[in-house]
């Protein structure tokens, strides 16, 4: 899973042992030696992840599976999140990834410009929030391709814990919802001077139970 992240004075870690197999912590400010060393180690526990059965498709190679890694990296450095993995749902060489933030009250926009379905969540930790559900068509080789995005958002007065995944095809973005609502359900956030951040409610729009498809998974 990775460690714990500082952001400034906050601290960023998870208060519980969670098991996520498919999540990658992308580490920051490696030297070459260090960088090939890790790939070296994350390459064949994905691989082993990702490979189908035997006979149960077609298969993946070690090098396609560090070629992706060593692009994660590469977003990693790119990205300004506070902590950032690279999350394998399904059996196959694709991955979502996925961003931890911290970000003032006043940078974020307001619910009504936000785009997206949003429902309350609650986690243990970090308490009331909600999630965001955008799904947009973008045009690609293949022709017409949807991608959704999936964000979290919990606040008080002054800041918000943000967590989202990127967006990706929803393949991909639905059998990462379990695995999201357990991290989001084990972080845990202190403030500079120790105390343990906790959101208010929200005055988001939420859907309604009888708006949302009953399919959808949210944070339990």
Not at 82 to 105: D, G, S
Not at 108 to 134: C, K, S
Request: charged share 20%.
């Amino acid at each position: 899973m990775g460690e714990a992240a500082s952001a400034g004075a906050w601290s960023l870690d998870l208060a519980e042992d969670v098991d996520l197999p498919g999540w990658v912590w992308l580490p920051e400010d490696m030297d070459a030696a260090q960088r090939r060393g890790w790939v070296d180690e994350v390459t064949p526990t994905v691989l082993e992840l990702v490979s189908a059965p035997e006979g149960g498709g077609e298969p993946v190679s070690e090098a396609e599976i560090r070629g992706l890694i060593e692009s994660g990296l590469d977003a990693r450095a790119d990205a300004e999140s506070y902590a950032m993995y690279m999350v394998w749902p399904v059996r196959a060489p694709a991955a979502v990834m996925c961003h931890v933030n911290l970000a003032r009250i006043e940078d974020l926009p307001a619910w009504g410009d936000i785009q997206g379905r949003m429902h309350a969540v609650e986690a243990r930790n970090l308490g009331p929030g909600v999630q965001i559900t955008t799904e947009v068509t973008v045009e690609s080789d293949d022709g017409p391709e949807e991608l959704v995005t999936v964000v979290y958002v919990f606040a008080d007065d002054e800041a918000a814990i943000l967590v989202n995944l990127e967006p990706s095809l929803p393949q991909l973005v639905g059998p990462a919802m379990v695995g999201i609502g357990m991290f989001v359900n084990a972080l845990a956030v202190s403030r500079p001077d120790g105390r343990a951040f906790t959101a208010q409610p929200s005055t988001a729009p939420i859907i309604t139970g009888d708006e949302w498809p009953s399919n959808e998974e949210g944070v339990s």
